[in-house]
């Protein structure tokens, strides 16, 4: 019978959707399940085979889920906001919206198409103001929320008030940015300004003062993921530190419970050693030096070794530290200066990675080491970073790589501390110019007992103290872009307000052009009505802004983490408009079961998303401390990418085998060029496809053109991307899916060759083929054999084990092993085929569908209890013994395995080859292993 993937597919696709099949209800006895795909961002290029690795995957584990009879949440949205729409915007004058909008339909288009099992009625979209709303109202209450470090949890910054008007500072265990202290009677008599600047201070989302990463040709602050070599990764313009007056967000507070927390997740061990390392914990000390001649300026450095102390022979600021200013000496101001603009060309992640290039500038003042007086010439260098510790070093050029060749550079001094630990003693540095530094302090004490006598010492002399220091770094929240979440504030005597939650959502306003204004406001600066009556409660047209009841609202847009970051609670709860979800339905659906994604996420969105979900556990809305449990990294499909060869200062191009002969210059060719599936160039399709090609020469092999080829990452900047609609159309959703699980182990990366897809619509075919007799569907409702039998629970076994253990390429083999076995034996049993079609419905759901209800069923498949394991059936009722003489294997026996071991020696011995084999001799020894093999010595 003609399997006609094309009809089949459509047909149940609008059956899914005029049924709703697979929306999911909130009131259900079931016991639930939540299976999540990362949040995709709809791009202009729509999927290619590559995108749909991990969906397939999820979906695979959410039909599974459903056989098993769980109510199962298997959502989807779109990651809407963000950098490319905006410059597309910027390019064309078109509205991010309407491409957006276009972006989305022809995701969508292609994700029906592929059969997903998603309940598109809960589809968000963080660029829809319903959505977005509801961000907005999250950093609300981060702003109106501070940190209780003797509580551990975030609290309301009411409670932070009280303490204030009871206590002031007294007893205060709180995050903040700077150690404030005063009194009760203080703070009742500071003015309303100077007290929300002081809780600026506390608050979760703060704004202050911060070096970011800018970007002039695009107008804004960039993240570090978004920076490459110094340069935007989009568009690759030049990228320069400046300090910024920036909104932040305190995820430094959660940083020990965002370590403490990865111990509770089943995560890939490299994700979570990711994580670790970006959180960075390290203790050790806080230290205060004195500047020589500067008596009211302290250098505060952090420590992982106090013990090296006495080594201590010049320290080191970040260029941004604020310190640098006040004492650098007017002979040294200008090599200061100078080195600050050079450093400003270079981002922190450049700065970190660049380990052997040290360079710095002197200030001209000295610190002096409190341990031995002696004076330390004080440094600027960019390996320094102001965001980490307290943006100062004391440097150990003995003991560590980087303060080494910074003293070389600048022909500093080298003490070695006397020695407290092997691996200082093993160190790799160059130190024979060190003097070795005895101290009373350290003689004989290993590295710890060392530390902790040090760490007494600098608290007793009152320069410091013991303390835990954190790499992490507050978030920077503020984005000077247009198409993001406005960020609900305004602007009062020159002090942040939030709007009131009934304001929300504070939409996106209008505005004629996307770039900064000419006085470098964010592009929001262009809007005409965007600005808030404080005295009305609603958005005015700017120039009614007074400063007395109308006032300026913030031109900054939240970053496109800031949707994210909660977008699998809304999902429970995505229509309601009174609360962002549901505690009911928060606590029912509660964490993520399962979370697929790509690696890349690995700190930024995982981090933030982690940090979000702890506060609103803090605050009361949701119950539970992490959002994913379950998390698995797909690898990535690769392109098969094809080349031509031109040699140079020419238009001719050689085909691959002749290359050698030539110099030439490989070029990157689109693969739709090639003639089917060969390797072969259609030439004239390759003159007419780019301008600068329509007149080039080719010099063939065997009168064809051969290009070369290579796999590498499926990229449109490759052209080797492949359209996952011409899949379809050609080999099915449903072949699309088997293969994409067939290629390996769902973790790994591999490479697409679509003449693979050959044999998996060959195993379709044969699979539909078992229900039909000729063009006839043709079931018997006669009793399967055992041996039937035996083929089904075989397959129930191993298919239950893969999809538990994500190994969905093995399953994919076992469908073929056994339908191939099927058809072997004829079997076309309604108790075999019947079964088999809900075993298969979870990788290929539509030709499943149609053999369902072929077989006479009016639901559909989905709902089907997964087939249930019958181990009697895998029990076997003959053993083939293979017959083994003095270690080599002669021939082979069929016996019963209910056998005992001596009931098979005597049948064995009795066989007629054995005896031939004998000539009537009698065996030296007889070892026979159950069930396995009989081994004769003669």
Known sequence: MFYDHQQIEKKWQKYWEDNQTYKTSNNTDKPKFYVLDMFPYPSGAGLHVGHPLGYIASDIYARYKRHQGFNVLHPVGYDSFGLPAEQYAIQTGQHPAITTEQNITRYEEQLRKIGFSFDWSREVRTSDPSYYKWTQWIFIELFHSWYNKNIDKAEPIQTLIKHFEEKGTEELNANQNDELNFTAEEWKNASEIDKEDILLNYRLAYRAETTVNWCPALGTVLANDEVKDGKSERGGFPVYQKKMMQWSMRISAYSERLLQGLKTLDWPQPLKDSQEYWIGKSQGAQVKFEIEAHNNEIIEVFTTRPDTIFGATFMVLAPENPLVETITTAEQKAEVDNYIEETSKKTERDRMADVKNVSGAFTGSYAINPFSNERMPIYISDYVLMGYGTGAVMAVPAHDERDHRFAKKFNLEIKKVVETDEDVQEASFDSKDSVCVNSDFLNGLNYNEAKAVIITAIEKKGIGHGTTNYRQRDAIFSRQRYWGEPVPIYYKDGMPYTLPASALPLE??????????????????????????????????????????????????????????????????????????????????????????????????????????????????????????????????????????????????????????????????????????????????????????????????????????????????????????????????????????????????????????????????????????????????????????????????????????????????????????????????????EPLAVIISPYAPHICEELWSLLGHNESVEFEKFPVLNEDYLVEDEIQYPISINGKMKFKISLSAQLSAKEVEDLVLQDDKMQQILEGKTPKKIIVVPHRIVNIVI
């Open 508 to 833: 996106l306003p209008e505005v004629e052009k996307y770039l900064p204004t000419e006085d470098g406001d964010p592009p929001l600066g262009n809007a005409k009505t965007f600005a808030w009556d404080e005295a009305n409660q609603k958005v005015v047209d700017t120039n009614l802004i007074d400063e007395k009841t109308v006032f300026p609202l913030e031109l900054s847009t939240m970053p496109g983490w800031a949707g994210s970051s909660w977008y699998f609670l809304r999902y429970m709860d995505p229509n309601d408009d009174e609360v962002f979800v549901k505690k009911e339905l928060a606590d029912y659906w509660g964490q993520v079961d399962l979370y697929i994604g790509g690696s890349e996420h690995a700190t930024g969105h995982l981090l933030y998303s982690r940090f979000w979900n702890m506060f609103l556990k803090d605050r009361g809305y949701i119950n539970h401390d992490e959002p994913f449990q379950k998390l698995i990294n797909q690898g990535m499909i690769l392109g098969m990418s094809a080349f031509v060869y031109r040699i140079d200062g020419t238009n001719q191009y050689v085909s691959k085998n002749l290359a050698k002969d030539y110099k030439t210059q490989q070029i990157h060719v689109d693969v739709s060029l090639l003639k089917g599936t060969s390797d072969e160039l259609d030439t004239e399709a390759f003159k007419a496809w780019r301008p600068d090609y329509a007149d080039a020469e080719f010099i063939l092999e065997d009168g064809k053109y051969i290009t070369g080829r290579e796999v590498e990452k499926m990229s449109k900047s490759k052209y080797n991307v492949v359209n996952p609609d011409d899949i379809c159309n050609e080999y099915g959703a449903d072949g699309l899916r088997l293969y994409e699980m067939f290629l390996g182990p769902l973790e790994q990366s591999k490479p697409w060759n679509t003449q693979g897809l050959s044999g998996v619509y060959g195993f379709l075919k044969k699979f539909w083929n078992l229900y039909f007799n000729g063009e006839v569907f043709e079931v018997s409702d006669e009793e399967p054999t055992k041996e039937e039998y035996k083929v089904l629970h075989t397959l129930i076994k191993k298919v239950v084990y893969d999809i538990e253990n994500f190994s969905f390429n093995t399953s994919v083999s076992s469908f073929m092993i056994a339908v191939n076995e099927l058809q072997k034996i004829k079997c076309n049993k309604r108790n075999i085929l």
